[in-house]
């Protein structure tokens, strides 16, 4: 039988959702992206100014807006708010928009951890039909390594206690049938 996966605290793990762990990395990788965009392009618009970064990228806009009016303030003898100003100043800020609009959608984003895409055995009773489904998986994929078996039939005659994967040709444990209470 197959080495059982464990964690530091012998903690039996079902399965590891790769797919949705590399989405949500790709995702987050694109919040860096943006936020790296974000600085250049206010370092561009105003070379000489000193950012605080928590504050920009809670509200990119309205924090611009702050920055413009700190960095023209001695010129600005009608305290005109920084939208106003940069009207007046010719300050295309158009690139700045479409990036925060961009970044609006995925500020809220943290870096994934593998460990949240871990499902794991909680009990007894679904450590039993953990194992019975990987003695299913481990005795489907040695058969069919010799024979042809059809893996959507298959899965319907055991009562959905294995997957069958289609890009790789393998049987796997169904996660739904261990965690559920109905068998």
């Known amino acids: 039988m197959a080495k059982q996966h464990t964690t530091t605290d012998n903690r039996t793990i079902i399965k590891v959702d790769r797919k949705a762990y590399e989405i949500e990395q790709i995702n987050y990788n694109k919040k860096v992206q943006l936020e790296d965009a974000i600085l250049k392009e206010v370092y561009r618009l105003l070379p000489d100014v000193k950012i605080n970064e928590t504050n920009l990228f809670n509200d990119v806009l309205s924090e611009f807006n ?22 007046l100043l010719e300050i295309d800020a158009s690139n700045l928009v479409v990036v ?14 593998i460990d949240d895409f871990y499902t794991y ?18 005795l489907l ?34 996660v ?7 068998y």
């Open 66 to 87: 702050t920055l413009v009016e700190l960095v023209y303030k001695d010129t600005n003898p009608m305290r005109l708010k920084g939208s106003k100003l940069m009207e």
């Open 141 to 174: 994929n040695e058969v069919s390594t010799e024979h042809q078996i059809f893996g959507l039939q298959i899965t319907q005659g055991f009562n959905h206690l294995v997957n069958f994967n289609m890009e790789n040709q393998e049987y796997f444990v169904n």
């Open 100 to 113: 925060s609009t961009e970044y609006d959608k995925v500020k809220h984003l943290t870096q994934p951890n």
């Open 121 to 138: 055995v909680d009990n007894e009773a679904e450590y039993k039909r953990y194992i019975l489904c990987k003695k299913v998986a481990n």
């Open 176 to 182: 739904p049938f261990i965690k559920s209470t109905r």
